[in-house]
């Protein structure tokens, strides 16, 4: 592909003039932010030329690609556990398709019947946890087991 060639000695000549700058000075990671596709204004996502060896910027609604201007990616990974107990809505009592269950009294007011389900989170799908909902009108307790 002549436009990665011509792109790759580009590339070349930045990273050497780079290396220059950087044994001079070093000034910090350089642009540390979100790229944006020239052709259609989407995010840009780093993406490996494993052919060429070099690393890239690729829109995925379009075929818009950038050399990276560096090799260094920063990922920034945002992690919380919400608790799933109380993201449950109590409408769920009111479904007829639920499945209901009498072996499962309530541990808060000690009602007989109550709703369950499976949540659909990756964690608890892996522990096949099930959720209850208590069907009496004035309790409406959630818990799992």
Known sequence: DTWIASKLSIFKEKTDELDNQHSMASDGPGFVGIRFCQECNNMLYPKEDKENKVL???CRN???RQ?????????????HE???ISNIVTDVVQDPTMPRSEDHPCPRCRHRESVFFQSDTKKAAAEMRLYYVCTNPTCNHRWTE
């Open 56 to 58: 890239l910027y690729a």
């Open 62 to 64: 379009c075929d818009f």
């Open 67 to 79: 050399l990276a201007d560096s090799s260094c990616i920063y990922v920034n990974r945002i992690m």
């Open 82 to 84: 919400v608790n799933e």
